[in-house]
């Protein structure tokens, strides 16, 4: 009977945000706004 093993390979690479990208993201998500009516969600964008 055949054996099968795994090999364990490092496939992760860090990924680096510019700072400028991070502050867009974090500026969005405090302007988002969910509302949600009758099972509804409504999504608005406070800016």
């Known amino acids: 009977m055949e054996?099968?093993?795994q090999t364990k390979?490092?496939?992760n690479k860090t990924v680096s945000?510019?700072?400028e990208t991070?502050?867009?993201l974090l500026n969005y998500s405090?302007?988002?706004k969910v509302?949600?009516?009758k099972?509804?969600?409504f999504e608005s964008?406070?800016?």
Do not use: D, M, R, V
């Open 22 to 24: 991070i502050q867009f």
């Open 45 to 47: 964008n406070l800016n």
């Open 3 to 5: 054996k099968i093993y």
């Open 17 to 19: 945000a510019k700072p």
């Open 9 to 11: 390979t490092k496939t």
């Open 30 to 32: 405090k302007s988002l």
């Open 39 to 41: 099972g509804i969600k």
């Open 35 to 37: 509302t949600e009516a």
